[in-house]
Each structure stands twice: as C-alpha cells, then as structure tokens.
C-alpha cells in the first residue's frame, strides 16, 4: 500500500535560522507531488508541486524553496527563517485521484521565534 | 473576496442529526471539487470528489455541487462524535491547483 511521509512532526526554530522539511511517498513511482501550508485562520496554501524528479513550480514568492532529488522524495528548505514562515506544512501527493493533490501527510508543525 | 469561502463555526449538532456544511466560490472556470476532513494537528483526509455538477453519495456522506449558484454542500446523515473535526472544502479548474476554504469545525454531540 501507499504512505506518505513527513518530519519532523514539530519544529521550533529562531528568524534567521535554516529550515529542511522532508516528505517521502512509499509503494508508488512517479507520484505528482505538493507542499502546502496551513496557517491559523486561514486555508491550505499551494506553495510547490512537482511532477518529476527536479521539476519545481513554484506558486507563491516567498522565503522558502523545494527540491526532488528523488522520485519519492521533496523536500521544503529555507536559507533564512521569517516569523511569518510559522504555520503547518503539509506535503500531498495524487495517490487517490490522477493528478490531484489529495493523499496528505501527517504533517510538520513549525513555529519561528 | 477570497475565491472559496467557508463559514469557519463552530456549528454544534446533536448525534444522529444531519449535518449540512457548505461553501461558496467565485471562480467560474471551477470543475472538481473536493471535501476534506481534518482533525486536530493532522492532515487533511479525502472524503468526497466530485467533477463539475450533481451528487455524489458515499455511505453517510453526499456531496453536492450546484454551478450556476457556485456552491457546494457537503451532508453528513447520522453523525457520530467521531464525525467532530475541521471540513474543507476545495475547488480547481485544473487537476492540480486546489484553491481551498479556511474549513468550518463541526462538533457532534454525544
């Protein structure tokens, strides 16, 4: 069957500071591939998707960037973390339906201070 | 106007009551709607995916998406406590770019 993957669960990092989020899709191949962001009082934010290995689309400007060194891999970095950056990050891929983002991961919550 | 919009709740129903949540949306070019269900510090789940008008069932749940007024329903007959969580509701044009509500927290009652 298929998993996705994600850590840490919970981060606390200074502003200023590096960030690396991982997710991982288990019993697939060629999964497309999604980060989001959920935060308070707000919906689920597209912030990346990829449908291959180093292809990134990049949907909103911002602090942060992804990379898929990996078929099943996609990681969210950031050279420099912002308070705004603070929220829960959720990697999806399109497990249950083609090409929908619509099988997600248990998710990372990250708070800057 | 934000392109899905979602009463946020909570709404507080008794158990065995049918719940009726919904949403709104502003881009007409939308075809696939989806509903999630979201607890507590986890991930959101896939409930029901529909493609453009019409119902869809599945056991308790039936999803309803009407166009022409640009709203979607989401019932739930015979909710249970464990049905208490955040629903979301989502719309796209394409297959990728789900544009998705703030969610409306549902608490059932025991």
């Known amino acids: 069957s298929q998993t996705i993957h994600q850590w840490p669960a919970t981060l606390v990092q200074p502003v200023g500071s590096p960030l690396s989020l991982e997710c991982t899709v288990e019993?697939?191949?060629?999964?497309?591939l999604y980060w989001y962001r959920q935060a308070a009082g707000r919906g689920l934010q597209l912030l990346f998707y990829s449908v291959g290995i180093g292809q990134i689309s990049s949907e909103v400007p911002q602090n942060l960037s992804a990379s898929r060194p990996q078929d099943r891999q996609f990681i969210l970095s950031s050279k420099k973390l912002l308070l705004s950056d603070s929220g829960f990050y959720l990697c999806a891929w399109n497990g249950k339906i083609s090409g929908s983002p619509n099988d997600f991961g248990p998710g990372t919550r990250l708070l800057v201070l | 106007q934000k392109e899905v919009e979602q009463d946020p709740g909570p709404l507080s129903v008794p158990e065995g009551a049918i719940v009726s949540l919904n949403c709104t949306y502003s881009n007409s070019a939308f075809q696939y709607f989806m509903w999630y269900r979201q607890y507590s510090r986890k991930g959101p789940e896939l409930l029901m995916y529909t493609y453009s008008s019409g119902n869809k069932e599945d056991g308790r749940f039936t999803a309803q998406v009407d166009k022409s007024s640009k709203y979607i329903s989401l019932f739930i007959r015979d909710s249970q406590p464990s049905d208490s969580a955040t629903y979301l509701c989502?719309?796209?044009?394409?297959?990728?770019?789900?544009?998705f509500g703030t969610g409306t927290r549902l608490k059932v009652l025991a």
């Open positions: 019993g697939t191949s060629n999964p497309n």
């Open positions: 989502a719309g796209a044009s394409g297959t990728y770019k789900y544009i």
